[in-house]
């Protein structure tokens, strides 16, 4: 395993990088670098651990940190997991949101007990890490395989050739490293979050900027189709406003359906089938819950509104960008609004009758295969 310090002051980490090279249960790798060597390091030593130092220092008589810059070129460039090893950890922990690959650890006493301590509870999550970027390069690696030939009978230029090799290649990756057989997704893999396009998208969850992420009435999910909605690379709009349901609690919104009051030892056995397998039942799409960021809740498919399109996205705006549907459940939004919205309105009819109609007829033909032949 690969553990790179970045550390103006080498002396200080010996101890702990001591203590790796006698561990017999993991064989350990490390280098020790400055701050400004941090990006040609990570490219050349490839490390599964950073350990960081944070120091605050005197610039223009106010204190300033150094070493927040190789925090983001670590997270944002290569991640993986990060040890904040200082004497001040906070400098980092009070800038940037929890995450549960960065930990941190104090410099002092017993502190290097405390860093081998975190690097072995990483080491799982390190292990798996590295099996996922495996298994994407061999991906990949197949997916220009296979789209390099057509690439080549389709274009004479070689900057068109690499080009779509490149383009095509990442889009078969996408397909490739979808759900893959034997797999159940956990509910909350509905989601993109944050969203990837930076276009508003049909399945775009919406929040009201003044609203509470725990509260399903604050929410929004946005109906309009995304092709009339793409404001990007020189498009524009095809819409002035963007159609949206309005969201509610899960339990309000079976209170909407056929099921009414129902009890929840009732509830129980419907909820696998039709409602859930199904993905929406009646007027409600119901939506699974995303940890500190989106309840558990249900969009009502008939209480809808109009959301004028300047009032979305900016840090002014009314309604912020939560998270985007993955597919094929942004396909499953637009299908059970038209199960909705397109459904005919039909006459009452003599349900009794028909259903007795349909029974004799079944009951004939049970009768002619049970009849001996002649």
Excluded at 57 to 64: I, K, L, Q, S, W
Excluded at 145 to 157: C, E, H, I, K, L
Excluded at 267 to 295: A, M
Aim: proline residues 7%.
């Amino acid at each position: 395993m690969n553990v790179l310090f970045i550390e103006d002051q080498p002396q200080s980490v010996e101890p702990a990088i001591r203590r790796l090279r006698r561990s017999r249960k993991t064989r350990y790798n490390s280098r020790v670098v400055g701050f400004q060597e941090t990006e040609r390091s990570i490219d050349e030593f490839a490390p599964d651990i950073v350990i960081l130092d944070l120091l605050e220092v005197m610039e223009a008589g106010d204190r300033e940190p150094t070493g927040l810059a190789q925090y983001d070129i670590v997270w944002n460039h290569l991640f993986c997991p990060l040890v904040v090893y200082s004497a001040q950890p906070e400098i980092a922990t009070d800038r940037h949101e929890p995450h549960p690959f960065v930990k941190a650890v104090q410099k002092g006493r017993d502190s290097v007990t405390q860093l081998m301590e975190t690097i072995g509870d990483l080491k799982p999550h390190v292990e798996a890490l590295r099996e996922a970027k495996l298994h994407v390069r061999h991906q990949f690696a197949r997916a220009l395989r296979d789209v390099a030939p057509y690439a080549f009978r389709s274009f004479q230029s070689k900057a068109e050739v690499s080009e779509t090799i490149v383009r095509s290649g990442r889009r078969r990756l996408a397909a490739m490293m979808d759900t893959q057989p034997g797999e159940t997704l956990a509910a909350w893999e509905h989601y993109l979050c944050p969203p990837l396009s930076g276009d508003i998208q049909l399945g775009d969850l919406l929040l009201r900027t003044e609203g509470a992420e725990n509260d399903p009435a604050s929410f929004r999910v946005v109906l309009t189709p995304s092709c009339d909605l793409v404001a990007s690379e020189g498009r524009f709009p095809k819409v002035t406003s963007v159609l949206v349901a309005k969201c509610c609690s899960i339990k309000k919104g079976i209170q909407l359906t056929s099921l009414g009051d129902i009890s929840v030892k009732k509830l129980k056995s419907r909820l696998p089938s039709p409602i859930l397998t199904q993905g929406y039942f009646e007027t409600i799409l119901p939506l699974p819950s995303l940890f500190g960021r989106i309840p558990c809740m249900a969009a009502d498919l008939q209480e809808l509104a109009l959301i004028p399109l300047e009032r979305i996205g900016n840090e002014n705006a009314e309604f912020k960008r939560i998270a985007s549907m993955d597919s094929p459940f942004r396909e499953l939004v637009a299908w059970s609004y038209m199960q909705v919205a397109g459904r005919p309105g039909l006459p009452d009819r003599d349900f009794r009758k028909w259903g007795q109609e349909i029974l004799s007829e079944c009951g004939k033909e049970e009768e002619q295969r049970e009849e001996p032949d002649h």
